[in-house]
C-alpha cells in the first residue's frame, strides 16, 4: 500500500515535544498514574501488581470488552474489539473495502479517516460542512455524494477539528438514509461525552444501525492516550471477525498494562467523564472571552462538543507560516488548517488542558502585539 504521510502527526512529531506550550492538543488533560491507580477497587489493586507480563487476549481482555461494552444498549462483550485507535480504523478499512469502492467521509478531519481508503484503491468523496452555517454538515449535500456503489460512510461527531455535533433528529435521518441503500457507516465518537450542550449526546451508531461500526477509546474522554487502547463496537460479526484476522498482522493483542488500567478507569467513567468536563466548561468561558474581545481578529463558530475548536484568523494570508513563526518567537503550537488539507485560513485550538488559560494569555498577548 503506497500511502502518503500522516500531515498531522508529521507537524505534531516536529514541534509537539519541543515546543514550551501547546494550544492545539485534541485531547484532555491526563491523569498521572498514580492518580488513576488510587481510583483502582482493592481486586483491580492486586490484579496491577501481580500482573504477569504475557501476552493477551487478541480481542481485548473480557473485563474490559464487558466495562467498555456497558456504553451501549443492546449490546455486549462479543460485539467489541479491542485495538488502538489508529490501528482500529486502519484494520476496519482493509477488511471492508475493496479497491473500486466509493467512500464518503466528513472533511477536513483524521487524515486515517479517508486516506487508508483512498491508498487502498477506493474513491473517496468528502462530505464538507458550512462555515457560515457553524459548520453545519448538510444532510441533502450528503445525498447527492451517495453513488450505487458507494459502500461506507465515515462520519466523525464531535467534529475534529471544527466541535460540530448534528441534532439528533438529523443523525437519526443520516442512518435511516445509509439503512435504506444498504451502506455501512464507520462512526468516529472519540470525542462521545464530552458536549458541551446539555443534551447534546447522540445515540451510538452502532446500537441505531445493524451495519454502523462505532470507533471509541481512552484517548480523548478519559485523557489516557498513552495507554494507546481503543475499540471497535458492532452489531456485524463478520466483519469484527475479518478484524481480527487482520489484528494478527499487526499488534496481535494489546498491552497488558495498558489493559488493566483502562480497566480501572472504565470502572470509574462517570468520575473521570466528571472530571473533564468540568474543566472543559472552565476553558470554554476563558475561550469565549478571548475570541469576544477580538472581533477584528478571529471569526470562529463556538464549538458544540468535543474539546477543539477551528477559528479562522484574519488578517493573515496563511496559518501554516503563521504557526511556524509563532512556535518559533512565543514557543507556542497551533495546528494550522494545512494539516487538515483545508487551506489557510483557520487553525485548530484544543482547550482540554489544565494550563489553558496560562496558554491562551500568552496567544493573546502574541497576537495583540501583531
Known sequence: MQIPPFTLE?????????????????????????ELLAMASPEMHRTWYNLQLGYTESMGHPLLREEAANFYDGLNASNLLVAAPE????????????????????????????????????????????????????????AELIRPE???????????????????SDFAK??????????YLLSDEMYRYLELEAGATLPSACEAYEKAFSLFGMSKTFGLPGLRIGWIASQHLPTLERMLQLKDYTTICSSAPSEILSIIALQNKDALIEMQNARLARNIALLDAFMAARPERFRWNRPRGGSICFP???????????????????????????????????????????????????????????
Open 10 to 34: 508529521r507537524y505534531f512529531a516536529k514541534h509537539e515535544f519541543s515546543a514550551k506550550y501547546l494550544l492545539s492538543s485534541s485531547d484532555c488533560e491526563s491523569l498521572r498514574l498514580p
Open 87 to 142: 490501528e482500529a480504523i486502519f484494520i476496519f478499512m482493509n477488511a471492508l473495502l475493496e479497491p473500486g469502492d466509493h467512500v464518503i467521509s466528513t472533511f477536513p478531519g483524521y487524515q486515517s479517516l479517508y486516506e487508508i481508503a483512498r491508498a487502498g484503491g477506493c474513491q473517496v468523496s468528502t462530505w464538507e460542512p458550512d462555515e457560515d452555517a457553524g459548520w453545519h454538515f448538510d444532510l441533502a449535500r450528503l
Open 150 to 168: 458507494t459502500k461506507l460512510v465515515v462520519v466523525n461527531f464531535p467534529h475534529n477539528p471544527t466541535g460540530y455535533i448534528p441534532s439528533k
Open 174 to 183: 443520516l442512518i435511516a438514509m445509509l439503512r435504506e441503500k444498504g451502506i
Open 312 to 370: 479562522r484568523i484574519l488578517g493573515v494570508d496563511d496559518t501554516l507560516e503563521f504557526a511556524d513563526t509563532l512556535v518559533a518567537e512565543a514557543g507556542i503550537m497551533i495546528a494550522p488548517s494545512h494539516v487538515f488539507d483545508y487551506g489557510h485560513q483557520h487553525f485548530r485550538i484544543g482547550f482540554g488542558r489544565e494550563n489553558f488559560e496560562e496558554v491562551l494569555t500568552l496567544f493573546g498577548a502574541y497576537v495583540d502585539a501583531m
